[in-house]
């Protein structure tokens, strides 16, 4: 009975065929940096690819895609044969390894690849439907974290402009440039200064020295270059230079020294009488005697004109002085107006800023997000193609034969004890009743 039910087996089983095949899950990490600048950063990763977490086995979720009735439909349609033919693949994933084994069996070696290659093409279908529809449902809620971010960026932007529009400051860098401003015009307060100081240093050092005022080394100068002054004092000098030789010669009444006294008596008044006109003041013949200046020059006319140039620098760095003073006040008071509204600039546009960089930043990672379709359903290649088989995996002759001949050896052991143990059986039933 064992041998011919064997035999019956070897000769009426149809011959079954194996497809081997093998998926891979690729385990990179892939990632993608986007630098805004002035902004921030925005960042989209995903982890490892086809790696097992301690929640999540992308192969798990795949060997149950391909046993589903969906992916087995298709796939029979794919290889042109009914569903009912189109048995469940055997799936076993390697340890240690992103690899999937699979095996699909056939009536031939053919069939049996040409189902695998079905398998494959409709497995692959699906996974893209899975993704095209996660990517669908993402983006309702992509639009509105968007259009949120949008909005409160286009909200601050508005607050920064009117602010701007209504305090009349349009930038942060107008304090500093402002600030920079009033520190040019200390340093020039500060060289005009010392200019002053040294012109006004150098001008009373030759007062002293000349026992004469800048104002009054102004005036002689008034006076040197009037002609009418000049040949009065010519007269005045020529006079007095012939009496300091005549009186040497002849007294006091004499008719040449009384004509020359008379004379320099009147280019004197000549003198004073043109310079109250020039200057608009009476000047003594002391004073006069000091501002008279002759037209050809003199190393005293130099004194002179040293003493005006100084004293006019001075005067020159003193308004300057004076009007850079009024320039830093009035700047000064301008700043401390624009610093308090610099501030409030500042805590808008910084607002504005962070609104500008959660969209952008936003935006990019939405992006990026978008474009990663292998998140949640990662990337399979065919590892190993599709095998074809050379000999049938089913019914195993060798197998069949091993199995036959050990239970005709179990059989006939069985069959020999049964039998050899009945003669005991009597002997010790007799030996039990006596």
Known sequence: ??????????????????SSWALILPGSVNSVNVTLPEIGQATASRGSAG??????????????????????????????????????????????????????????????????????????????????????QREVPTQSILRDTQAKLVAAQRRVSAYKLSSGISSIDQVESLSSNIEDLRRDRAQFASKQAQA???????????????????????????QIFQQNLKNYSEATAILRVESSKFGPSHPRIRREV????????????????????????????RLALAISGSGREALFQSLVTDQSEATGAAAQVGKLDQQIRSLE??????????????NLMRDEQIAQA????????????????????????????????????????????????????????????LWIRKPWVKRIANWIST
């Open 333 to 346: 008071a301008r700043l401390r107006l624009m610093t308090q509204k610099s501030m409030v600039l500042e």
């Open 200 to 226: 006004e240093g150098k001008a009373i050092k030759l007062s002293r020295s000349l026992n004469l005022s800048a104002a009054e080394a102004a005036d002689a100068f008034k006076l040197q270059v009037d």
């Open 262 to 289: 008379s004379r320099q008596k009147a280019a004197l008044q000549g003198l004073q009488r043109r310079a109250h006109q020039l200057l608009s003041r009476p000047i003594s013949a002391n004073l006069l005697s």
């Open 51 to 136: 790696g097992a977490s301690s929640t999540f086995e992308p192969r798990a979720n795949y060997q149950y895609i391909f046993s589903s009735e969906e992916v087995i439909r298709q796939a029979a349609k794919n290889a042109k044969i009914p569903a009912k033919r189109f048995s469940e693949p055997r799936i076993k994933n390697i340890d240690n390894t992103t690899i999937m084994q699979i095996e699909v069996t056939g009536p031939s070696p053919e069939e049996a690849r040409r189902k695998s290659y079905a398998l494959y093409d409709s497995f692959r279908q699906r996974l893209n439907e899975l993704r095209t529809s996660e990517m669908e």
């Open 1 to 18: 009975m064992i041998w011919v039910s064997s035999v019956l087996f070897l000769v009426l089983s149809p011959a079954v065929y194996t």
């Open 358 to 417: 959660v969209f952008a930043s936003t935006l990019a990672k939405l992006d990026l997000g978008q474009g990663d379709l292998f998140g949640a359903f990662p990337l399979v290649q065919l590892a190993v193609e599709p095998s074809l088989a050379l000999k049938p995996t089913s019914p195993r002759k060798g197998l069949v034969i091993v199995g036959a001949f050990l239970g005709t050896v179990l059989t006939t052991v069985g069959l020999w004890v």
